[in-house]
């Protein structure tokens, strides 16, 4: 399923983006970018986002901005000043000059100050990005729940146009026995016009053509697995693969009654069935 979502959280301290897309995907495939100081937290940000979805290559951008200036500090580097030490005292020796080093002097060199960034509070930070989370799931969820029911609607319509090929096939599928039963007495009469007909034979063809041919479980389950559909699809939640499976299920139905069909009629019936199972297979990979 697709989806967008999007929240800017600001306050004196902190500003956080987070923008959420997806398009449609078989599994959940989580592609996630964000400041390098944070990324510490992205597991943290997988496992959340896994919590609210099930499906779908999403994207999530964050961007951080923190305006506070207490997580930065001077750094007195000790070292780095005794070694510029040594070498003016080494100066002043070889080339016979004052040694007239000042502090003041000596704090204007290089790396003996520097500005260093103090350890963040992981909680606070981890906090305010989960309320940026929070809205941004909440409205990518939305847009999903919004599409999610303009699916069920197509779907149940194009369940709806699967069950009338089957009652139309176990319709017409007593008038397939009649008539090869009606075909093989003219036949029968055809080949011996004075002999007497064997009742008991004719009778015995029709039955294994009957069992041969015979469709009423295929018929009994595309019907249940057709109800069970619809019925998942009104209960709503994370269904996409349940659903994947009765689709399945409901191919493989279809496949018998075409392999047993021997009747024109049927057989168009039979690959129109199968066409609008693909389609309905197509529409559950979007679903959640």
Not at 21 to 36: E, G, Q, T
Not at 195 to 204: K, L
């Amino acid at each position: 399923m697709t989806g967008f979502g999007r929240s800017e959280i600001v306050n004196a301290d902190r500003k956080i983006i987070v923008e959420m897309k997806a398009v449609n995907h078989r599994y959940c495939d989580m592609n996630i970018k964000l400041p390098k100081k944070l990324n510490y937290f992205e597991t943290d940000i997988r496992n959340y986002i896994k919590d609210h979805v099930a499906r779908g290559k999403i994207d999530i951008f964050i961007t951080y901005e923190d305006y506070t200036k207490s997580n930065v500090c001077v750094k007195y580097n000790k070292d780095i000043a005794n070694e510029y030490i040594q070498y003016f005292r080494q100066m002043s020796e070889e080339f016979g000059i004052d040694y007239d080093i000042k502090a003041s002097a000596l704090g204007r060199c290089p790396e003996v100050f520097g500005l260093e960034e103090t350890a963040s509070d992981e909680d606070e930070i981890w906090s305010y990005i989960k309320e940026g989370l929070d809205e941004a799931v909440a409205k990518f969820v939305d847009a999903r729940i919004k599409e999610g029911e303009n699916l069920k609607n197509d779907l149940i319509e194009k369940l709806d146009a699967m069950l009338e090929i089957v009652l139309f096939i176990e319709e017409k599928s007593p008038e397939i026995i009649a008539d090869y039963k009606a075909k093989l007495v003219e036949k029968v009469n055809e080949l011996a016009a004075n002999a007497q007909i064997d009742d008991a034979r004719i009778a015995t063809e029709v039955t294994l053509f009957a069992d041969k041919v015979c469709v009423d479980e295929e018929i009994v389950r595309l019907k249940s697995h057709i109800e069970q559909t619809k019925n998942i699809l009104i209960e709503g939640g994370s269904v996409g693969r349940k659903l994947d499976f009765i689709a399945q299920e409901m191919n493989r139905e279809a496949n018998t009654i075409l392999s047993k069909s021997n009747s024109l009629e049927i057989s168009d019936m039979g690959i129109n069935l199968k066409t609008e199972i693909e389609k309905v297979r197509e529409q559950i990979q979007n679903i959640e």
